[in-house]
């Protein structure tokens, strides 16, 4: 299984951008999906989490500004980020649970991440 995340890139603040990752390989199912992001210097932390019935959750510092969404189709989370802010410049991951059809396993899998620059 990979996560191939993509869609960063270098904005002016009050700026957007809409990240995407996708899922592939031997996916049965994918329960719940999150973006993360960290900043140099800092912990990851989590932006935004969304449940397999789309239920989301964000972090108080995003609110009202991101909206994670997903498309069980496609097995794609995507993270529509406006009102960018220079502190929310960090790299960004995608997370997701998947039960894989080899040997019907949970697990967490972690995709490589994607630049996010906000410049003022």
């Known amino acids: 299984v990979q996560l191939q995340a993509s869609g960063g890139g270098l904005v002016q603040a009050g700026g957007s951008l809409r990240l995407s990752c996708a899922a592939s390989g031997s996916i049965f199912s994918i329960n719940g999906m999150g973006w993360y992001r960290q900043a140099p210097g800092k912990q990851r932390e989590l932006v935004a989490h969304i449940t397999s019935g789309g239920t989301t959750t964000y972090a108080d510092s995003v609110k009202g500004r991101f909206t994670i969404s997903r498309d069980n189709a496609k097995n794609t989370v995507y993270l529509q980020m406006n009102s960018l802010k220079p502190e929310d410049t960090a790299v960004y991951y995608c997370?997701?649970?998947?039960?894989?059809?080899?040997?019907?396993?949970?697990?967490?899998?972690w995709g490589q991440g994607t630049q996010v620059t906000v410049s003022a």
């Open positions: 997370k997701a649970d998947i039960t894989t059809t080899t040997g019907w396993v949970t697990g967490l899998y």
